[in-house]
């Protein structure tokens, strides 16, 4: 039996672990909602217990972007696809922005739907 105390993490996180990884806040804040997204995908997919190949006509991926996905290799998916990957898998989703606690600023917290922030983002680049 192994000792308990080996078990025991040496350090505590409070807050956005990828800040006290020592990544620029904008790239945590991302990294952090990349998280957020393939965790509820992944929990979505073991609760219905979907395949493999199941999956591979539901997200419309070939069969590598998918074990990527479920072996949460997803640094080089971005945001769009997975929240792509969310709305083909039923799952609603969303985004608040507000104030960091601490900062100065007046401004409201706003909470924009991702489906009006796709849209805007597709029709700006048509």
Same mark, same amino acid.
């Given at each position: 039996?192994?000792n ?5 993490p040496s350090?505590i ?7 006290? $990884?020592?990544?620029?806040? #904008?790239e945590a /804040?991302?990294?952090?909602i ?7 995908? %992944?929990e979505?997919?073991?609760a ?16 590598p972007?998918?074990?990527?996905? $479920?072996?949460?290799?997803? #640094?080089?998916? /971005?945001?769009?696809k997975?929240?792509r990957?969310?709305d083909?898998?039923h %799952?609603?989703?969303s985004?608040?922005?507000r ?5 100065a ?7 924009v739907?991702?489906a009006?922030l796709v ?8």
């Amino acid at each position: 039996m192994k000792n308990a105390a080996a078990n025991k993490p040496s350090h505590i996180v409070k807050g956005n672990i990828f800040d006290t $990884l020592g990544f620029p806040a #904008s790239e945590a /804040s991302a990294l952090k909602i990349k998280a957020e997204i393939l965790s509820a995908i %992944l929990e979505h997919v073991r609760a219905q217990r979907y395949t493999q190949a199941q999956l591979i006509e539901i997200l419309d991926e070939y069969q590598p972007s998918v074990s990527n996905l $479920l072996r949460g290799r997803i #640094s080089q998916v /971005s945001i769009e696809k997975l929240l792509r990957y969310a709305d083909r898998l039923h %799952l609603e989703t969303s985004i608040a922005v507000r104030p960091i606690k601490g900062r100065a600023g007046r401004a409201k917290p706003k909470s924009v739907s991702v489906a009006k922030l796709v849209s805007r983002n597709l029709a700006a680049a048509v």
